[in-house]
């Protein structure tokens, strides 16, 4: 039965993650002083609808009737029940960006409310859109850069999305029941959901993996060009570290077991993919 949530004070359930829980920086010293606040109340609502999705208490009818809330929020058809929602209506009122790269988001979110398995690579890539593309676009219009870097931006932001899926894939099994390895993979190669319940991969699941890392690897040879054609020098730099930890991520991944830990980055990582960054300063 739904709490009704239209009737509630705040919809937002935040989980306590913040931007320093992230992978990859979120609105860093790289980007320029006046931007942050911004790319800052888009990441709060991100991490709010988020944590909405992802639940484990509320009914998917609650999940959905709270993003639906959120989206009213922020496009003024409703003041209250959403602070992250009114901080980033403010703030696109500021900024004059689109909201669509915050509504996008709340599709990817709404799916996951209601749908816990993903039939092909081609599914993973449609939730990817959506999920993960929208985050690049944002930052990107923000900046005032041109589309022409959506495509490059499009393709490290789904990297990023199929690498948390691969960090996370034993974890989101067991505390939601979702699983974001396409079945069609794992049939090809004799492994199974359940397989992500064991202490530790098996063969099969290697396979797998292996597989969705290729991908990845290719995602991030399409990703090389955002740097280069980014105009921003500051926007460059940090575009550059993502894509040097996203890179990183993968070379880990690709050694690792990440049903038997969490395959994580290192701060050396971070320090490394920094220092290799600042040469598109020159």
């Not at 989980?15 to 606040?37: H, Q, T, W, Y």
């Not at 409310?113 to 690579?121: D, E, G």
């Not at 974001?180 to 004799?190: E, N």
Request: hydrophobic fraction near 40%.
């Amino acid at each position: 039965m739904s709490t009704g949530a239209t009737e509630i004070a705040d919809v937002e359930a935040w989980s306590g993650k913040d931007r320093g829980d992230e992978n990859f920086p979120v609105g860093s010293v790289l980007i320029r002083r006046a931007l942050r606040p911004h790319v800052h109340a888009y990441y709060a609502f991100a991490r709010n609808a988020d944590d909405i999705a992802d639940s484990p208490s509320l009914s998917p009818e609650d999940k959905i009737a709270r993003l639906d809330l959120m989206e009213a929020v922020l496009l003024g058809r409703r003041d209250g029940g959403s602070p992250s929602s009114e901080r980033l209506r403010a703030s696109l009122a500021e900024t004059g960006v689109t909201p669509v790269h915050a509504t996008e988001l709340l599709i990817a979110f709404r799916q996951d409310a209601v749908q816990r398995r993903y039939a092909t690579i081609d599914d993973l890539y449609g939730y990817c859109r959506y999920s993960a593309a929208p985050v690049g676009r944002y930052v990107l219009d923000l900046h005032g850069e041109s589309h022409a870097t959506w495509a490059s931006s499009d393709a490290l932001c789904i990297s990023l999305q199929v690498l948390n899926h691969l960090q996370d894939c034993a974890a989101d099994l067991a505390n939601l029941d979702r699983c974001y390895l396409p079945q069609a993979l794992l049939d090809h190669f004799g492994a199974s959901v359940e397989d992500l319940r064991r202490p530790a991969e098996t063969p099969a699941l290697r396979r797998v993996f292996v597989t969705l890392l290729d991908r990845v690897d290719r995602l991030n040879q399409a990703a090389a060009e955002l740097p280069v054609v980014t105009r921003d020098r500051r926007l460059k730099v940090e575009t550059a570290v993502i894509l040097g930890l996203a890179r990183r991520l993968a070379r880990r991944l690709a050694k690792g077991d990440p049903i038997a830990t969490r395959v994580k980055l290192s701060k050396a990582d971070f320090l490394r993919s920094t220092l290799l960054a600042l040469r598109h300063l020159a």
